[in-house]
């Protein structure tokens, strides 16, 4: 069994890994500052959510079931949210699940709005809902999926040991980060053009050497002396 290394005063979302796999200060913006903007983006991003949050959805087909709006829980990484959708397939190679007869193999199943992305951010949160549930059911779950809506198609990913180091790294990462409540400087590229904080972040003023207040203070002299 997994021993616990937060408790639950200590838990993060667990949504949030993927916003700190793309831009930890987009993260400390949102987790930290509390804020928050819609863009086109989070809003269709939400729309497909949408279609599968209702946690009383529960549709059997012999032996298999899809349950949806799955609350779980990670106290090894100290996070906790909702899994879009968690498949159970019946098989003698699974394991009892409570209300349930027989042995039961677990998935959870991801819906993006766009496509793969050509980083981790997606593959991290996938992998963190599959932690949660090793821990929950005291399984082993070696792959997961992914439904793109811009695409249409499943893909299944492989929850290798490499990408559970990177999700616990990232995981002790933004509890420290949290615990210091800091928001970190931005680290400037293409993303910046993608992220709806962009105009609350001011990315570029982030890596000035000179301080916020000593940079007001010249803009402000500046605007005296035109006075």
């Known amino acids: 069994m997994t021993k ?11 949504s949030g890994i993927q916003h700190f796999r793309f831009c930890k200060r987009q993260w400390a913006l949102i987790h930290i500052e509390r804020q928050w903007i819609e863009n ?4 269709e991003g939400k729309f497909v959510h949408e279609l599968t949050d209702d946690p009383y959805f529960h549709e059997s087909r012999g032996n298999f079931i899809i349950t949806r709006a799955v609350p779980m829980v990670s106290y090894s990484l100290g996070l906790y949210g909702v ?11 699974g394991v009892p699940i409570p209300d349930l007869e027989g042995f039961w193999l677990i998935k959870p199943v991801e819906y993006k709005r766009g ?12 992998c963190a809902q599959v932690i949660c549930l090793e821990e929950m059911f005291g399984i ?3 792959e997961a999926d992914f439904f793109y809506h811009e695409v249409r198609r ?3 990913i492989p929850i290798s ?3 559970r180091t990177l999700v616990k790294t990232l995981a002790d990462d933004m509890h420290d980060v949290f615990k210091k409540g800091i928001t970190p400087k931005a680290e400037v590229g293409k993303r910046c053009y993608l992220c709806s904080l962009s105009d609350v972040c001011v990315p570029k003023l982030t890596k000035k050497k000179t301080s916020v ?11 005296c002396i035109r006075d």
């Open 40 to 43: 086109l983006r989070t809003q």
């Open 4 to 14: 616990s290394r937060y408790a639950d005063d200590d838990l993060l979302s667990l």
């Open 213 to 223: 207040r000593k940079y007001i203070g010249n803009h402000v002299g500046e605007a």
């Open 83 to 93: 899994a879009d959708i968690v498949e159970f397939t019946r098989s003698e190679k």
């Open 115 to 126: 496509k793969p992305k050509i980083d981790e951010r997606d593959e991290v949160q996938l």
């Open 154 to 156: 499943r893909q299944s």
């Open 161 to 163: 040991q490499g990408l």
């Open 140 to 142: 082993r779950i070696n």
